[in-house]
């Protein structure tokens, strides 16, 4: 018999799985995940919405099976949101202190960071999330409430991301139809970070990246600040699709081939051999592969994916302060020597991006894949523990600040 429950959910449209998870807080803030559900995505593509009918049925599906295993009925729901057209930046607000006395109020640090809001976003553009990174006065660093100090000036640095609000709202759409509320769209690679880190590894500053399907979402965390995100439409599709071109076959086995003989570096003792494709492989008899090609062909494209990030990283001089290393989810995580061809890109420790400091189902946790959709969660967990909001409207797509 299901019943009510103060929950959390979180709920990932991804481009190969949709994914529900389930949680609860304690007083504490302790999370434990209750349910989890999955099913094969049909209606999205490099991580947006295709086809809205099929989508559905997949959310539904997804939905339907975290309930069940938590016993739970969902009436609303946080939402990750990705896609390339989500982007992130820093920027900075200025605001004068006016006072004779020059002490500074909280209404001036209000200003200040309102004014690090007020920017101007491509058409159709809103933003997601305004992350405080630091507040300085008269350019010293101080802390977050430097109220009754004396100073001239603050200054509010802060971390946007914003995304396409039509996209946004049709995934609010999709879930709304299915009469569940959407308390909050969240952007998945900041959802993913507080699945995968602890408190110590943000302090230490540490690069998560989500690999999926269709799309790899960046953040780089430090403290509680967001010093870099983004998006490539770049994901394990990418992969087969690289690997039919390369080796003249279709995506259906292109994709097993992946699954069952790839590698993200060409392994040792590759040269040569050769992988049989039977007669269960779509009747393609008598033919074979090279092990050393396929492997050549994922590494190719997983270094070139690497580079993208690390050279986006560099703008900024963060890898320099990642002493936490690199956080590896996602389904591609799982792609054998993905962490050594890592390593030899970002030259730092490369962990598998598992859920951490949350109690529940260890086999669920221990999987890279489901780090988003319980990161989502949490997070709906630390917006109504810190700033109690209303709910989301479809109508109106607003800035959500952190």
Known sequence: MFKDSPILV???????????????????????????????????????????????????????NAEEQAQVTVRNLFLGVSGRHIEGFNNTGMHPVASDDRLVTPQDVADAA????????????????????????????????????LGRKVEAHVHVIYGNSLRIQNSMRLVQSLSIEVNQPVFNGLANAQAVLTPEDKENGALVIDIGGGATEFVFQQGQAIRHSGVFALGGDHLSNDIALGLKINIA???????????????A???????????????????????????????????????????????????DEARAGVFLSGGCS???????????????????????????????????????????????GMRQRNRPRPRFSIRDVLPFLR
């Open 334 to 380: 799982h792609i054998p020597g993905i962490d050594t061809l890592a390593q030899r890109i970002f030259r730092l420790p490369i962990t598998r991006g598992t859920s951490r400091n949350i109690t529940g189902n260890s086999a669920t946790l221990s999987h890279p894949e489901f780090a988003t959709a319980i990161g989502i969660a949490r997070y709906g």
């Open 269 to 319: 003792g590759s040269q040569g051999q050769m992988v049989p494709l039977s007669e269960n492989d779509l009747g393609l008899s008598h033919r074979e592969v090279s092990l050393e090609h396929l492997h050549r062909i994922m590494s190719i494209r997983l270094q070139e994916l690497f580079e993208l990030i690390a050279e986006r990283c560099a703008e900024n001089c963060l890898l």
């Open 114 to 149: 309102n004014n690090a809001k007020a920017i101007t976003l491509p058409a159709e553009h809103t933003i997601l999330h305004t992350i405080r990174q630091r507040i300085c006065v008269d350019g010293v660093e101080v802390s977050d409430n430097p109220a009754g100090m």
């Open 253 to 267: 086995l292109a994709e097993s081939l992946k699954i069952r003989h790839g590698s993200a570096v060409v392994a």
């Open 10 to 64: 979180g709920l990932e449209i991804g481009t190969s799985k949709i994914c529900a998870a389930i949680g609860e807080e304690n007083e504490r803030g302790e999370f434990t995940l209750l349910g989890i559900g999955q099913s094969k995505s049909h209606g999205v593509r490099k991580g947006e919405i295709v086809d809205l009918a099929k989508a559905q049925e997949d959310v539904r599906s997804a939905l339907g």
